[in-house]
T-cell receptor
């Protein structure tokens, strides 16, 4: 199956700093990438959908100025957590969508565990 | 977006017993996907169901999509310790995930 990489896998940062997470589709072109947040033993919460070359669509309740998403190419999307606070500590997972309408498959990255101290 | 309810939240079974998780929606779904997430890992795509009444099998796993395309189930026959994890259903169009069913297997 298709592979999606995510970097870094773990990051610890101080409160008030910004952190950038990269998501890459390694062997296919992903016109759409998704960013999720997952708390321990809970489901994935969709944060935003990003389409290559256009602005991301954020889910209700997700601050777009805090979670900056850039999808500059068909293989790379980035999520920047700006002015991070301890409550932003979480597991962030990206996914890339391949296939055609009605037959999409989603491939997840391995996730990034963010700890804000 | 579309909402999906998944039950049960937790399921304890003895190794060798069967396991089923259910996913229900109040609206008709165009399709539904199932994922497995091992502890500490990321979700892995298992299957997508598209047709009304569709049944697909993957070894000991059987996936069903309801006739009305409002519900789906995943059944595992004779569970093994490698089946441990959380199973999520998700709507491909809305990318909404159910809360997942945590499968715990007791040897």
């Amino acid at each position: 199956g298709a592979v999606v990489s995510q970097h870094p896998s773990r990051v610890i940062c101080k409160s008030g700093t910004s952190v950038k997470i990269e998501c890459r589709s390694l062997d296919f072109q992903a016109t759409t990438m998704f960013w999720y947040r997952q708390f321990p033993k809970q489901s994935l919460m969709l944060m935003a959908t990003s389409n290559e070359g256009s602005k991301a669509t954020y889910e209700q309740g997700v601050e777009k100025d805090k979670f900056l998403i850039n999808h500059a190419s068909l293989t790379l999307s980035t999520l920047t957590v700006t002015s991070a606070h301890p409550e932003d500590s979480s597991f962030y997972i990206c996914s890339a969508r391949g296939g055609t309408a009605g037959h999409y498959e989603q491939y997840f990255g391995p996730g990034t565990r963010l700890t804000v101290t | 977006g579309q909402q999906v309810m998944q039950i049960p939240q937790y399921q304890h079974v003895q190794e060798g017993e069967d396991f089923t998780t259910y996913c229900n929606s109040s609206t008709t779904l165009s399709n539904i996907q199932w994922y497995k997430q091992r502890p500490g890992g990321h979700p892995v795509f298992l299957i997508q169901l598209v047709k009304s009444g569709e049944v697909k099998k993957q070894k000991r796993l059987t996936f069903q999509f309801g006739e009305a395309k409002k519900n789906s189930s995943l059944h595992i026959t004779a569970t093994q310790t490698t089946d441990v994890g959380t199973y999520f259903c998700a709507t491909a169009d809305g990318l909404t995930f159910g809360k997942g069913t945590h499968l715990i297997i007791q040897p």
